[in-house]
């Protein structure tokens, strides 16, 4: 198995409510399942581990020279807005030598928010 060079931090805010976890760990196992060249790490923000600082350390100590965060959060709110770019420049800072991208709040993705729309208009199961 090759090292992974790439890494994907899924950042999300965090609960106590361990049965809250369960969406975005359902998105990391099938970034494990589909991409298994690529090293994905869930991080929280508070309330929850691993934070985003030790989910970053993990993908580097894997290897990855890369590193994507993308924010599991509906819209641009404060977290996304103030804190991330706080954690972020501190990331850069402790790892020079990995490039570190944030991208844009998940639900503002028109591929996101399209789905949501679809969900929304279909009947549930019976």
Known sequence: MTTPTQGIVLFAHGSRDPLWRAPIEAVEAHIRAHHP???VRCAYLELTTPDLPQAVEDLVDQGATAVTIVPM??????????DLPVLVAELRARHPHVQVHVQ??????????????????TPPAQ
Not at 73 to 82: D, P
């Open 37 to 39: 060249g690529v090293a």
């Open 104 to 121: 844009a709040a998940i639900g503002e993705d028109p591929r996101m928010t399209a789905l949501m729309a679809h969900i929304a208009c």
């Open 73 to 82: 959060f509906l819209g641009t709110g404060k977290h996304a807005r103030e």
